[in-house]
């Protein structure tokens, strides 16, 4: 069985009226699943330059951190493989660039609202979704 595991960091790039952009994997193990951008620390790298880096090359898009969500671990098994990461999750702005979808990795790339996000999502990623939300301000009625 292949096993994939690390560090990893992951991108939850906001747009105005509660809009995020998800990318359908076409790598396992979440092959066919939404997810949010991201992937593993190369070496020498810090996870806020991975997240950076890793929007920069899945989307096309440059970006700026704007605050860390949370710490995750993400374990399971999937058509034959065993993954054990643990991503460092960061909501993040467009400051540049243009969608341009990663061919190796990428299957599609679109904007969501976040009460009516696609299914399946990558696991771990609807808790990174439901902590993002408890950071937004609260809108005035």
Not at 66 to 76: L, Q, T
Not at 95 to 122: C, H, M
Request: hydrophobic residues 35%.
């Amino acid at each position: 069985m292949k096993k994939l595991c690390g560090v990893t960091a992951t991108a939850i790039v906001c747009y105005p009226d509660d809009k995020i952009l998800l990318i359908k994997r076409d790598t396992l193990p979440f092959k066919g699943h939404w997810a949010l951008p991201g992937g593993r620390l190369e070496p020498n790298e810090t996870v806020d330059k991975t997240c950076v880096r890793e929007v920069r090359e899945e989307t096309g898009l440059d970006v700026e951190i704007v605050c860390k969500i949370g710490e995750y671990h993400e374990y399971g098994y999937r058509e034959g493989v065993e993954y054990d990461y643990y991503p460092t999750c960061f909501a993040v702005k467009v400051t540049g660039g243009q969608v341009v979808k990663q061919e190796s990795e990428v299957q599609e790339i679109a904007l969501f609202n976040l009460d009516a996000l696609p299914s399946p999502l990558a696991f771990g990623h609807d808790q990174m979704l439901r902590d993002y939300k408890k950071c937004l301000p609260h809108k005035s009625q």
